[in-house]
T-cell receptor, first 113, second 109 residues
Protein backbone atom coordinates (compact mmCIF):
# COMPACT_ATOMS: atom_id res chain seq x y z
CA UNK A 1 0.00 0.00 0.00
CA UNK A 2 1.24 3.48 -0.81
CA UNK A 3 2.20 5.59 2.14
CA UNK A 4 4.90 6.23 4.71
CA UNK A 5 6.76 3.28 6.20
CA UNK A 6 8.68 3.54 9.46
CA UNK A 7 11.01 1.00 11.00
CA UNK A 8 11.34 -0.26 13.64
CA UNK A 9 7.91 -0.10 15.28
CA UNK A 10 9.29 -0.64 18.77
CA UNK A 11 12.75 -0.25 20.27
CA UNK A 12 14.30 -0.33 23.72
CA UNK A 13 17.71 1.29 24.11
CA UNK A 14 20.08 1.67 27.00
CA UNK A 15 21.27 5.14 27.88
CA UNK A 16 24.19 6.07 25.64
CA UNK A 17 23.36 3.67 22.83
CA UNK A 18 22.80 4.94 19.32
CA UNK A 19 20.23 4.01 16.73
CA UNK A 20 18.70 5.16 13.47
CA UNK A 21 14.99 5.36 12.78
CA UNK A 22 14.15 4.75 9.16
CA UNK A 23 11.39 6.37 7.13
CA UNK A 24 10.47 5.87 3.48
CA UNK A 25 7.58 7.21 1.41
CA UNK A 26 6.42 6.08 -2.01
CA UNK A 27 4.11 8.97 -2.87
CA UNK A 28 6.76 11.05 -4.64
CA UNK A 29 6.44 13.71 -1.94
CA UNK A 30 9.06 16.41 -1.75
CA UNK A 31 8.89 17.27 1.95
CA UNK A 32 9.49 14.98 4.90
CA UNK A 33 9.34 15.52 8.66
CA UNK A 34 10.23 13.92 11.96
CA UNK A 35 8.05 14.55 15.01
CA UNK A 36 8.00 13.27 18.53
CA UNK A 37 4.83 12.94 20.56
CA UNK A 38 4.79 12.93 24.33
CA UNK A 39 1.80 12.94 26.70
CA UNK A 40 0.55 16.46 27.29
CA UNK A 41 3.06 17.94 24.82
CA UNK A 42 1.44 17.20 21.50
CA UNK A 43 3.46 16.75 18.34
CA UNK A 44 6.79 18.56 18.28
CA UNK A 45 8.87 18.95 15.15
CA UNK A 46 12.41 17.63 15.42
CA UNK A 47 13.76 18.08 11.89
CA UNK A 48 12.35 18.52 8.46
CA UNK A 49 13.49 18.27 4.86
CA UNK A 50 11.68 20.62 2.51
CA UNK A 51 13.16 18.87 -0.52
CA UNK A 52 15.77 16.32 -1.43
CA UNK A 53 19.19 17.58 -0.40
CA UNK A 54 18.02 19.96 2.31
CA UNK A 55 17.42 19.49 6.04
CA UNK A 56 16.57 21.99 8.76
CA UNK A 57 16.02 22.03 12.50
CA UNK A 58 12.59 22.16 14.01
CA UNK A 59 11.56 22.96 17.58
CA UNK A 60 13.43 20.21 19.43
CA UNK A 61 16.52 19.14 17.41
CA UNK A 62 18.98 18.65 20.27
CA UNK A 63 20.24 15.09 20.53
CA UNK A 64 19.19 14.16 16.99
CA UNK A 65 20.59 14.17 13.49
CA UNK A 66 18.92 13.47 10.18
CA UNK A 67 19.80 12.38 6.68
CA UNK A 68 17.71 12.83 3.57
CA UNK A 69 19.19 9.90 1.72
CA UNK A 70 17.15 10.44 -1.45
CA UNK A 71 13.69 11.67 -2.31
CA UNK A 72 12.06 8.61 -0.68
CA UNK A 73 14.04 8.20 2.52
CA UNK A 74 14.57 10.39 5.59
CA UNK A 75 16.30 8.89 8.60
CA UNK A 76 16.58 10.11 12.20
CA UNK A 77 19.62 9.24 14.29
CA UNK A 78 20.05 9.30 18.03
CA UNK A 79 23.78 9.38 18.66
CA UNK A 80 23.71 8.87 22.43
CA UNK A 81 20.24 8.05 23.67
CA UNK A 82 18.94 9.61 26.88
CA UNK A 83 15.84 8.73 28.93
CA UNK A 84 14.36 12.11 27.91
CA UNK A 85 14.20 10.78 24.35
CA UNK A 86 11.69 8.12 25.34
CA UNK A 87 8.78 8.98 23.09
CA UNK A 88 6.74 8.02 20.07
CA UNK A 89 8.37 9.18 16.86
CA UNK A 90 6.38 9.89 13.72
CA UNK A 91 7.67 10.48 10.24
CA UNK A 92 5.46 12.40 7.83
CA UNK A 93 5.58 13.54 4.25
CA UNK A 94 3.79 16.08 2.10
CA UNK A 95 3.79 17.24 -1.50
CA UNK A 96 5.68 20.46 -2.23
CA UNK A 97 4.76 22.64 0.72
CA UNK A 98 2.22 21.66 3.36
CA UNK A 99 -0.89 23.17 1.82
CA UNK A 100 -2.47 19.74 1.46
CA UNK A 101 -1.46 18.38 4.85
CA UNK A 102 0.71 15.44 5.82
CA UNK A 103 0.64 11.68 5.57
CA UNK A 104 2.09 10.05 8.67
CA UNK A 105 3.89 6.79 9.19
CA UNK A 106 2.65 4.42 11.88
CA UNK A 107 5.27 5.52 14.39
CA UNK A 108 8.18 4.13 16.38
CA UNK A 109 7.77 3.63 20.12
CA UNK A 110 11.17 4.20 21.68
CA UNK A 111 12.05 3.56 25.30
CA UNK A 112 15.43 4.56 26.67
CA UNK A 113 16.32 2.95 29.99
CA UNK B 1 6.09 29.69 17.41
CA UNK B 2 2.47 30.43 16.60
CA UNK B 3 -0.08 28.76 18.87
CA UNK B 4 -2.98 26.47 18.18
CA UNK B 5 -5.16 25.98 21.24
CA UNK B 6 -7.70 23.26 21.94
CA UNK B 7 -9.71 22.16 24.95
CA UNK B 8 -8.13 18.82 25.84
CA UNK B 9 -11.41 17.39 27.15
CA UNK B 10 -12.23 14.59 27.54
CA UNK B 11 -15.63 15.02 26.02
CA UNK B 12 -17.83 12.11 27.10
CA UNK B 13 -20.99 11.82 25.00
CA UNK B 14 -23.60 9.10 24.47
CA UNK B 15 -24.05 7.41 21.14
CA UNK B 16 -26.22 9.45 18.84
CA UNK B 17 -25.31 12.78 20.41
CA UNK B 18 -23.99 15.81 18.60
CA UNK B 19 -20.67 17.16 19.81
CA UNK B 20 -18.64 20.19 18.76
CA UNK B 21 -15.01 21.09 19.27
CA UNK B 22 -13.45 24.49 18.82
CA UNK B 23 -9.88 25.45 18.20
CA UNK B 24 -8.29 28.89 18.20
CA UNK B 25 -5.17 29.98 16.36
CA UNK B 26 -3.00 33.00 16.97
CA UNK B 27 -1.65 33.88 13.52
CA UNK B 28 -4.15 35.86 11.50
CA UNK B 29 -2.10 35.12 8.35
CA UNK B 30 -2.74 31.38 8.60
CA UNK B 31 -3.67 29.92 5.27
CA UNK B 32 -4.70 26.28 5.59
CA UNK B 33 -6.63 24.45 8.24
CA UNK B 34 -7.23 20.79 8.96
CA UNK B 35 -8.72 18.38 11.43
CA UNK B 36 -6.78 15.19 12.03
CA UNK B 37 -7.98 12.17 13.95
CA UNK B 38 -5.67 10.10 16.11
CA UNK B 39 -6.71 6.78 17.55
CA UNK B 40 -5.02 5.46 20.66
CA UNK B 41 -1.46 4.35 19.89
CA UNK B 42 -1.87 5.13 16.19
CA UNK B 43 -0.67 7.81 13.84
CA UNK B 44 -2.69 10.96 13.10
CA UNK B 45 -4.81 10.71 9.97
CA UNK B 46 -6.35 13.53 7.99
CA UNK B 47 -10.05 13.78 8.76
CA UNK B 48 -10.85 16.81 6.68
CA UNK B 49 -9.54 20.08 5.43
CA UNK B 50 -11.37 23.21 6.52
CA UNK B 51 -12.38 25.67 3.85
CA UNK B 52 -13.45 29.28 4.24
CA UNK B 53 -16.97 28.45 3.13
CA UNK B 54 -17.21 25.55 5.54
CA UNK B 55 -17.43 21.96 4.46
CA UNK B 56 -19.26 18.80 5.31
CA UNK B 57 -18.35 15.15 5.00
CA UNK B 58 -21.14 12.87 6.09
CA UNK B 59 -21.70 13.38 9.80
CA UNK B 60 -18.77 15.77 10.10
CA UNK B 61 -18.94 19.52 9.51
CA UNK B 62 -16.00 21.90 9.73
CA UNK B 63 -16.25 25.66 9.93
CA UNK B 64 -13.68 28.43 9.78
CA UNK B 65 -14.14 31.85 11.32
CA UNK B 66 -11.25 34.00 10.20
CA UNK B 67 -12.46 37.13 11.99
CA UNK B 68 -12.40 35.39 15.36
CA UNK B 69 -9.59 33.04 14.41
CA UNK B 70 -11.23 29.80 15.31
CA UNK B 71 -12.07 26.51 13.66
CA UNK B 72 -14.82 24.18 14.67
CA UNK B 73 -15.65 20.53 14.11
CA UNK B 74 -19.19 19.25 14.56
CA UNK B 75 -19.93 15.54 14.76
CA UNK B 76 -23.56 14.50 14.44
CA UNK B 77 -25.06 11.15 15.44
CA UNK B 78 -21.89 10.09 17.28
CA UNK B 79 -20.74 6.50 16.91
CA UNK B 80 -18.64 4.44 19.28
CA UNK B 81 -16.01 4.39 16.55
CA UNK B 82 -15.72 8.18 16.71
CA UNK B 83 -13.87 7.84 20.02
CA UNK B 84 -10.43 9.29 19.36
CA UNK B 85 -8.33 12.40 19.80
CA UNK B 86 -9.04 15.18 17.32
CA UNK B 87 -6.13 17.41 16.39
CA UNK B 88 -6.60 20.92 15.08
CA UNK B 89 -3.90 21.78 12.56
CA UNK B 90 -2.98 25.11 11.01
CA UNK B 91 -0.54 26.18 8.33
CA UNK B 92 0.68 29.76 8.47
CA UNK B 93 3.00 29.68 5.43
CA UNK B 94 5.93 28.44 7.48
CA UNK B 95 7.91 25.32 6.84
CA UNK B 96 5.63 22.95 8.70
CA UNK B 97 2.15 22.49 10.08
CA UNK B 98 1.26 23.68 13.58
CA UNK B 99 -0.59 21.12 15.66
CA UNK B 100 -2.86 21.64 18.62
CA UNK B 101 -2.49 19.18 21.47
CA UNK B 102 -5.78 17.54 20.68
CA UNK B 103 -9.25 17.09 22.10
CA UNK B 104 -10.18 13.68 23.43
CA UNK B 105 -13.62 12.30 22.59
CA UNK B 106 -15.18 9.25 24.21
CA UNK B 107 -18.50 8.05 22.87
CA UNK B 108 -20.30 5.73 25.27
CA UNK B 109 -23.08 3.18 24.67
Amino acid sequence: NAGVTQTPKFQVLKTGQSMTLQCAQDMNHNSMYWYRQDPGMGLRLIYYSASEGTTDKGEVPNGYNVSRLNKREFSLRLESAAPSQTSVYFCASSPQGVYYGYTFGSGTRLTVV
Amino acid sequence: RKEVEQDPGPFNVPEGATVAFNCTYSNSASQSFFWYRQDCRKEPKLLMSVYSSGNEDGRFTAQLNRASQYISLLIRDSKLSDSATYLCVVWDSGYALNFGKGTSLLVTP
